[in-house]
């Protein structure tokens, strides 16, 4: 670039800041490398010559216009899409190099190529798809796309979807109409020019300069044929590219460069953001779900943990009364002979009181421990459906990959992954296996409450051994109260006495069974839910990072786009 003034340096200064922090937000969040490496060469070319490339179907004569404006026949015409490559031409020795497999560079001695540089191009052709990436490649670069289309066909399809992409780098085009010597009247070219301003305008949203020539009658008229000159109309896009577009409009057009495709790139990336959103908000809720599934099962744990305690509480309630029952009957002076053998006494209290007691608790028990079992079970069920549900949902609508972190691939492996461990959990759930480490466990835990050897002792026995021994105790009582009843007549207080004794036999046991128990499976369930809990947390964590990475993406590229808008306003607004 020549001399800038003090406010274009201070513009232009504003603009490479702002693209480098585009750029390092692209490398932060792992954009794909072709798009950072056309945001750099777009920050680079602030540096270079402006660029006009030349851009058409193939077979629309790009060429021929660029012959057309050198004024001599340089560049070969008509050549087949197979032997075209891009071709840069700037100012020099008149001299032709390869550049590389796709490239050449012609250097001419022509005046106006010292304030530009020309790329021409094999053109977007549907057959070789090579072309159109090559072509795609210097579109970003430009400063300005001359599109040139031919008068026998104007605009097609594949011409619409290309100036569409232009249109994304946010260049600004020009539109040349070519080979218009083959249309006979001049009503049949306004009616051209028409229709492909008309399509213009609809994709661009601005009417373009276009300028409807033929290049061949320009060239020829350039080298003898002057009567061509005027039927050639090519006067008014020389006038257009050699006066219009002056010094200043090609360094307004050469500053937008970059700020369009950094929008581009922004709005871009935004889009990516939003949809990644999107989809995170669905794991969030289906982590919002197993949470409150979780906490459902909790309280549900509780609730009915509490009626089945209560069941437990009333079998050995009855326990009680049967006691209070033998008490009033058995501590009678009637019986008095009977009373006197102490294991009779005892067999009897066994029977009538202990009753089936040991048995009705253990299968109390058992059905407690069943349904713990159960439950256990359900939450890893349906964990395991809910998982399966979201991958299916996902893959269903897959979403661009945002560089190499590979977010789909890092979250449906943590999905598989919890879901694995569910369906493992599920499939290999043995319950008896499950039944029996939990009744162990509290077997165990009132065995230790009650002081007892556990030993190879079922619930059933420990609770038989418990009783009995509150058994023992109260017959002793009775015994001793007997004696004293027969020798000092004092049964009444001494029956008080007895009775006393035994409800808080029976009354430590019940605290010592329920106590016991209860602690032991709120243990279990606590147990059961860390489990699941631990499960998930890889993909909650992840989930988490992934949400925070987004905003703080979504954050800085807004911030991005808006100064991107600002300042190309501000460059727009020059002149
Ligand atoms: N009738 C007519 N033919 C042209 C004109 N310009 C180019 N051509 C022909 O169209 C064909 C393709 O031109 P070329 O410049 O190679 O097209 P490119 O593939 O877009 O570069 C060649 O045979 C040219 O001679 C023109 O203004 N009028
Ligand atoms: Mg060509």
Redesign the pocket.
């Known amino acids: 670039m020549g001399m800038l003034s003090k406010d274009q340096e201070s513009l232009l200064k504003e603009e490479r800041g702002l693209m480098n922090d585009l750029r390092t937000a692209l490398v932060k969040f792992e954009a794909g490398p072709e798009d950072e490496a056309i945001l750099r060469e777009s920050i680079r070319q602030l540096d270079e010559l402006f660029l006009l490339v030349v851009v058409?179907?193939?077979?629309?004569?790009?060429?021929?216009?660029i012959n057309a404006l050198l004024g001599q026949p340089l560049l070969e015409?008509?050549?087949t899409p197979t032997t075209?490559h891009v071709c840069l031409i700037r100012h020099g020795e008149q001299e032709k190099n390869v550049l590389g497999e796709d490239q050449i560079l012609v250097t001419l001695p022509v005046e106006f190529l010292s304030a530009m540089t020309i790329v021409?191009t094999p053109?977007t052709n549907a057959v070789i798809r090579r072309h159109e990436a090559i072509t795609n490649l210097f579109v970003p670069r430009s400063d300005l796309v001359l599109f040139?289309t031919s008068a026998d066909r104007p605009f097609t399809e594949s011409e619409r979807g290309f100036l569409e992409r232009i249109r994304d780098w946010g260049k600004k085009v020009v539109i040349v109409i070519?080979?218009?010597?083959?249309l006979e009247k001049e009503e049949e070219i306004t009616k051209v020019k028409d229709f492909v301003l008309e399509n213009a305008r609809l994709l661009l949203g601005v009417v373009p300069e276009a300028f409807a020539l033929?290049?061949?009658?320009a060239l020829r008229a350039k080298q003898g044929e002057a009567r061509l000159w005027e039927k050639s109309r090519f006067a008014p896009f020389e006038e257009y590219l050699h006066n219009t577009l002056d010094e200043s409009s090609r360094l307004q057009l050469k500053f937008l460069n970059p700020l369009g495709v950094g929008a581009r790139l922004t709005e871009k990336y935004l889009g990516k953001v939003d949809s990644r959103t999107a989809s995170l908000k669905t794991d969030l809720d289906l982590l919002a779900d197993v949470e409150s599934q979780l906490k459902f099962y909790q309280e549900d744990m509780q609730r009915n943990f509490g009626f089945r305690m209560a069941d437990i509480d009333n079998i050995l309630l009855g326990m009680e009364k049967r006691g209070q029952v033998f008490f009033d009957e058995t501590f009678r002076l009637g019986r008095v002979f009977d009373l006197l053998s102490k294991p009779r006494i005892q067999q009897e209290f066994e029977r009538q009181v202990v009753a089936d007691l040991p048995r009705q608790v253990e299968e109390k028990v058992t059905q407690l421990i069943d349904w713990l079992v159960e439950s256990d079970l359900r939450q890893w069920q349906a964990i395991h459906q809910h998982l399966s549900g979201r991958r299916r949902g996902q893959s269903e609508r897959i979403i661009g990959d945002m560089g190499p972190g590979n977010y789909s691939y890092d979250r449906d492996r943590l999905v598989e992954a919890v879901a694995r461990e569910a369906r493992r959990v599920v499939e290999g759930y043995d319950r008896d296996r499950e039944a029996k480490t939990v009744a162990d466990h509290a077997r165990t835990a009132v065995a230790a409450s009650a002081a007892l050897e556990a030993g190879a002792l079922g619930l059933g026995a420990l609770v038989t051994t418990l009783a009995t021994t509150a058994a023992a105790d109260v017959t002793g009582v009775l015994l001793a109260g007997l004696v004293a009843a027969v020798g000092l007549i004092i049964i009444p207080a001494r029956r008080q006495h007895g009775k006393a004794k035994l409800n808080e036999k029976i009354a430590a046991l019940r605290a010592q069974l329920s106590g016991s128990l209860r602690g032991q499976f709120e243990k279990e369930v606590q147990h059961s839910l860390e489990r699941i809990q631990e499960a998930i947390a890889p993909y909650t964590r992840f989930v988490r990072a992934e949400r925070e990475k987004m905003e703080e993406m979504g954050k800085k590229l807004r911030d991005l786009k808006t100064g991107i808008e600002r300042l190309s306003k501000k460059i727009e607004s020059i002149r």
């Not at 058409?56 to 216009?65: H, I, L, P, R, W």
């Not at 070519?178 to 083959?182: G, Q, R, T, Y």
């Not at 033929?214 to 009658?217: C, H, L, N, P, V």
Request: glycine letters at 20%; hydrophobic letters at 30%; zero cysteines.
């Open positions: 058409g179907e193939f077979n629309s004569g790009k060429t021929a216009v015409e008509g050549v075209t021409d053109g040139v070519n080979k218009v010597d083959i033929s290049a061949r009658g």
